[in-house]
């Protein structure tokens, strides 16, 4: 996160010290805004922190995050006691670098690497990171192809959709690198093969296709786009990598939909990101990424460090990090299998198409999204309302939803919608009471009297 001076006029007109709150135990003021000169009681400290904090939303009911918010406590514990180990230090802790590896082996199995690929892969702080990394490997391999046939290697371009996370743009301005975004189809909200077509020559290090889109959970046509590419390919020598952004699907759908093919299945697929605290169930930050052939990885990028005496190769932006999560991600894997993954991502979807099937019954909401391959539902007003779905969100706030309002990216920014991701905890009993307030919310807004919850009338849904 950036920090940002706070602005002084604020800090005068605001309260710059914790005053006297905890006459229990303390009656000094402590600034806020400066190194407190003296120490103070460790419970003082906890609480005055604890009570500030309570101030942000109930993260069970954040239905605007991709991210767990939830794990077994047996997960807890092993977070707890893994939290002092510094995942760099291989040497020190041998056993996370090895459950580590096991796990970019089950992701890359999980995504289909040919049997006999030699493919390789590391964990990230979240999907970002593996983003970046994944197109910072093409971006080299580009400029070496680019030497070897004597060409200028000067002005790379990455082609994708205006429907990409910000880490895409973030890629293109840190690493130099042209952004060619193209603009989303107002029917599907995702880009169009023939658009992608256009975009691409031979300075493109790559071609992105998302899984499911941060806006609508929407999937770009990765086989079209793989299909094209390979034409390219048979008949201009282009030989443009795809890297599949599967943030959110990559933990959906292997196993809800595993006959797509999406993944190393297709030729053009070099690499893949996912994040183990979306969809793999686990908390932030945590991600996976997995080359298709070892030698996508270009050795200028790897740097060594000692490990038990052997050197070994790490591919990171950020040096330290937790080893917690890394060891959650494996408990969920040995926990729950093939076999748990499936069950709780079918509860997801089901739960997921039955807040759809509500918000259509109800004919205040139109639902873009249907929950089609991952747990997020999109919706909009059917006619224009005197307030805006921003209103909404605001109103239903008060019950303690967090749902976001946002418009589209071009060419839909006229569009805009709510959108929930159902995770998890977000059973249908809450899905019943959370359509209940958002209507009793829409109701309000128009002027109308506003009834207790509308739940009773529903009671006897099975909660899942
Ligand atoms: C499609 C997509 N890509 C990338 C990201 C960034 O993921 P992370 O938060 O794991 O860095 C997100 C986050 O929501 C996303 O939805």
Redo the contacts with the bound molecule.
């Keep these: 996160m950036v920090s940002k001076k706070v602005n002084i006029e604020k800090i005068r007109t605001s309260r710059r010290v914790y005053g006297k709150t905890h006459s229990r135990y303390s009656t000094d003021e402590v600034p806020k805004y400066e190194f407190p000169e003296g120490m103070m009681e460790s419970k003082v400290a906890y609480q005055l922190i604890h009570d500030e904090l309570n101030l942000d939303g109930n993260p069970d009911l954040n239905l605007a995050t991709?991210?767990t918010t939830w794990m077994e406590p047996e997960a807890d514990r092993l977070i707890m006691e893994n939290l002092h180990k510094n995942f760099i230090d291989h040497f020190e802790y041998p056993q996370v670098k090895d459950i580590e590896e096991r796990i970019v082996n089950i992701m890359a199995n999980l995504f289909n690497v040919p049997k006999e690929n030699d493919f390789v892969g590391t964990s990230?702080?979240?999907?970002?990171?593996?983003?970046m990394l994944g197109l910072l490997a093409h971006k080299w391999n580009w400029k070496q192809k680019m030497k070897e046939n004597g060409k200028p290697y000067d002005h790379p371009n990455i082609v994708f959709g205006a429907d990409?996370?910000?880490?895409?743009d973030k890629f293109a301005r840190y690493f130099d690198v042209e952004p060619r975004v193209i603009p989303i189809r107002k029917d599907t909200y995702t880009i169009a093969v023939e658009d992608v077509l256009k975009a691409v020559d031979e300075n493109t290090i790559a071609v992105g296709a998302?899984?499911?889109?941060?806006f609508t959970g929407s999937f770009d046509p990765v086989t079209e786009i793989n299909d094209a590419l390979l034409d390219l390919k048979r008949r201009k020598g282009l030989d443009i990598p795809i890297h599949v952004?599967?943030?959110?699907a990559g933990f959906i759908t292997p196993f809800h939909e595993p006959e797509f093919r999406w993944d190393f299945r297709l030729e053009q697929v070099k690499s893949i990101?996912t994040?183990g605290?979306?969809f793999g169930l686990v908390y932030?930050?945590?991600?996976w990424l997995i080359f298709r052939n070892e030698g996508l990885l270009p050795e200028d990028l790897k740097f060594y460090v000692n490990y038990l005496g052997d050197e070994m190769p790490t591919y990171t932006l950020n040096f330290s990090e937790g080893s917690s999560m890394i060891v959650a991600q494996y408990y969920n894997i040995m926990r729950l299998g093939r076999k748990g993954y499936t069950q709780i991502v079918e509860k997801m979807m089901d739960n997921a198409s039955y807040l759809a099937s509500r918000l259509k019954e109800s004919k205040e909401f139109s639902v873009i999204n249907n929950a089609n391959h991952i747990p997020v539902v999109t919706f909009r007003f059917p006619k224009d309302e005197p307030f805006t779905l921003f209103d909404l969100s605001y109103r239903v706030r008060e019950r303690g939803w967090i749902v976001p309002a946002y418009s589209l990216p071009p060419d839909s920014e006229n569009t805009t919608i709510m959108r929930v991701v159902v995770r998890e905890n977000f059973t249908r009993d809450l899905v019943d009471i959370f359509v209940d307030d958002l209507l009793n919310a829409k109701k309000a807004l128009r002027g109308g009297s506003v009834k207790g919850s509308q739940r009773s009338a529903r009671e006897g849904h099975p909660v899942s």
């Design positions: 991709f991210v990230t702080i979240g999907s970002s990171e593996a983003i990409t996370h910000v880490s895409w998302v899984l499911g889109t941060t952004d599967a943030a959110s990101n994040s605290h979306k932030p930050g945590l991600g």
